[in-house]
Nanobody, 115 residues
Framework: QVQLVESGGGLVQPGGSLRLSCAASGNIFSIDAMGWYRQAPGKQRELVASITSSGIITYVRSMKGRFTLSRDNAKNMVYLQMNSLKPEDTAVYYC?????????WGQGTQVIVSS
């Protein structure tokens, strides 16, 4: 079992920045990969970025260059730095972890990009 708690969402103006945090606990040493997903109203949940246990980071092409995923192993934290935010980035952002075929999700944190 892995528990994930996201934080850092909020309301930001277009062009602004936010940093999301994900605190992981539980069976963290068995995690194969972690990632950030988002789900906009009326849309399917989509991958934003992911990191493997060996540190390989993958970004969805449309977000590469604006979003940066990082990890602090000592603190069991994963972060998503989001810059140059656009209204279409408005969504609930979820932290995800995977152990083999089992996925764990946080409760999500709301990001609203609006003037």
């Amino acid at each position: 079992q892995v528990q994930l708690v996201e934080s850092g969402g909020g309301l930001v103006q277009p062009g602004g920045s936010l940093r999301l945090s994900c605190a992981a606990s539980g069976n963290i040493f068995s995690i194969d990969a972690m990632g950030w997903y988002r789900q906009a109203p009326g849309k399917q949940r989509e991958l934003v970025a992911s990191i493997t246990s060996s540190g390989i980071i993958t970004y969805v092409r449309s977000m590469k260059g604006r979003f940066t995923l990082s990890r602090d192993n000592a603190k069991n934290m994963v972060y998503l730095q989001m810059n140059s935010l656009k209204p279409e980035d408005t969504a609930v952002y979820y932290c995800n972890s995977r152990i083999a075929a089992v996925e764990y999700w946080g409760q999500g944190t709301q990001v609203i990009v609006s003037s």
